[in-house]
């Protein structure tokens, strides 16, 4: 079974970037869907970004966000530019149904 497992989180002040990592454990079929959700508290889980054959990204994150695929190393990544304390949450990665643990963006001065 494929395990997902996220990187890159932290703290980081308004206006900055972080860039979030996620790897597969086990083999990933290209260009099946592949992405990043997030939930702030009290907040229901939303959609980030997935890519397939092409990206789709949340309203309140284009045009700020990308994200990438590598499938010879089973990863995908988010670069998170110009971000604001509403990007605060923790991003969980997502693959056909299984979800990585999870790691916290927190955007404060």
């Known amino acids: 079974q494929v395990r997902l497992a996220e990187s890159g989180g932290g703290l980081v002040r308004p206006g900055g970037s972080l860039r979030l990592s996620c790897e597969a454990s086990g083999s990933i079929i290209g260009d099946n869907d592949f992405g990043w959700y997030r939930q702030a508290p009290g907040k229901e889980r939303e959609l980030v970004a997935i890519i397939g054959f092409t990206a789709v990204y949340g309203d309140s994150v284009k045009g700020r966000f990308t994200i990438s695929r590598d499938n010879t190393k089973n990863a995908i990544y988010l670069q998170m530019n110009s971000l604001k304390p509403e990007d605060t949450a923790v991003y969980y990665c997502?693959?056909?149904?299984?979800w990585g643990q999870g790691t916290q963006v927190t955007v404060s001065s």
């Open positions: 997502w693959y056909r149904a299984i």
